[in-house]
């Protein structure tokens, strides 16, 4: 089951804040989020696993709930290049041989 | 540290013929997955690789498959192309485990 994330698009202006949310209906490991500007490659952000280990970039705060299946991306004083799409990616097993489930992205534009 | 190389970048096909895309892991990194990328779609998961074998994957038929090298550079190869396999594949590499993917830049399949 994939992942649904909300909301769909949002357009913000440089220096606003932003929360971009992912829910899964099965029991999760870990959540991964990924920016994707159009024609690149994802980039990588964040990994939360359960038990409340994280690691990402400094500037990226995230959060997990292990109970609701959700996480929550934070993105505050926004600045032009944060512009993108974001997916979620879920890992449902805690073997290392699951791929992710991503979900269908979070489509980011921020203006001057 | 180098990226993630996928080649080719674009590749036009017909419906049933068999391609080859390759990719070059980020230097440390011991496996490698595939993901498959429509147009507005987040990334489908198709396989992945561990020590040269396929220890993971998606909902893709046989038709799909791999190879993971010494070096772990890998392999997709697709058989008996379908006009739906157009898409952006996406190879990424990771640490075995807990670690982000970095993605590659992806390569464009059209089939015609």
């Known amino acids: 089951q994939q992942p649904v994330q909300s909301p769909q698009a949002v357009i913000l202006r440089e220096g606003e804040d932003a929360v971009i949310n992912c829910s899964s209906s099965?029991?999760?490991?870990?959540v991964h989020w990924y920016r994707q500007k159009h024609g690149e490659a994802p980039v990588f952000l964040m990994i939360?696993?359960?038990?409340?280990e994280q690691k990402g970039h400094e500037k990226i705060s995230a959060s997990f709930n292990e109970k609701k299946q959700q996480s929550s991306l934070y993105l505050t004083a926004s600045q032009l290049s944060y512009s993108g799409t974001y997916f979620c990616g879920a890992r449902g097993g805690g073997g290392g041989a699951d791929g992710l489930t991503f979900g269908k992205g979070t489509h980011l534009i921020i203006q001057p | 540290e180098t990226g993630v190389t996928q080649s080719p970048t674009h590749l036009i096909k017909t419906r049933g013929q068999q391609v080859t895309l390759r990719c070059s892991s980020q230097s440390g990194h011991n496996t490698v997955s595939w993901y498959q990328q429509a147009l507005g779609q987040g990334p489908q998961f198709i396989f992945q690789y561990y020590r040269e074998e396929e220890n993971g994957r998606g909902n893709f038929p046989p038709r799909f498959s791999g190879l993971q090298f010494p070096n772990y550079s890998s392999e997709l190869n697709v058989n008996a192309l379908e006009l739906d396999d157009s898409a952006l594949y996406l190879c990424?590499?990771?640490?075995?485990?807990?670690?982000?993917?970095?993605f590659g830049s992806g390569t464009r399949l059209t089939v015609v």
């Open positions: 939360l696993l359960k038990g409340g």
């Open positions: 099965k029991a999760l490991y870990s």
């Open positions: 990424a590499s990771s640490l075995w485990g807990w670690d982000g993917y970095t």
